[in-house]
């Protein structure tokens, strides 16, 4: 869900996305197909069925942001002061912003390292070498670092 928010998803089509890729993983799975990593075939169908969306361009508008970030907030600490969740509200801006900024091909490969997927887990996800997934992290990085 996370990383399907990351990617410009809304809720709604998060939560559609993760059904049809339950259901795909359930067809898979009873067709006796041999996987050895069932994660990174999972967020390689999620992240195929998004760029379907996208190309598509049957997407619809999210709600605002600003409203699912207090909540967010509120939900994760409940003991935030009014003052530290406008801190945080802001930080999570600037987060967002930077991430923004970043190639689509750095986001996608940041998204994923951030869900747990290793290099070669990503490379298998986005269809590129393994080294190349390493510099897209380390460039991504360095510049959130930057910006942030």
């Known amino acids: 869900m996370a990383y399907l928010g990351g990617l410009g998803l809304s809720v709604d ?5 993760i059904q049809e890729c339950f259901l795909r993983l359930v067809r ?3 067709s006796k197909r ?8 999972l967020f390689r169908v999620a992240h195929n069925l998004t760029m379907d969306l996208f190309r598509a361009g049957k997407r619809y508008i999210a709600e605002s942001a600003d409203e699912d970030d207090s909540t967010v907030l ?3 600490d ?3 002061t009014p003052e530290e969740i406008v801190i945080k509200r802001e930080e999570l801006r600037r987060v967002r912003a930077a991430m923004g900024r970043l190639t689509q091909q750095q986001r996608y490969a940041v998204l994923l390292r951030a869900e747990g997927l290793r290099y070669r887990e990503i490379s298998a996800v986005l269809g ?7 510099e897209l ?4 990085l360095a510049r959130l670092a930057g910006e942030v």
């Open 13 to 17: 089509e998060s939560e559609d996305i």
């Open 28 to 30: 898979h799975l009873a």
């Open 34 to 41: 041999d996987e050895e990593n069932l994660r990174g075939w």
């Open 74 to 76: 509120e939900i994760a």
């Open 78 to 80: 409940t003991s935030l």
């Open 128 to 134: 590129m070498p393994t080294q190349r997934i390493g």
């Open 137 to 140: 992290v380390q460039r991504a």
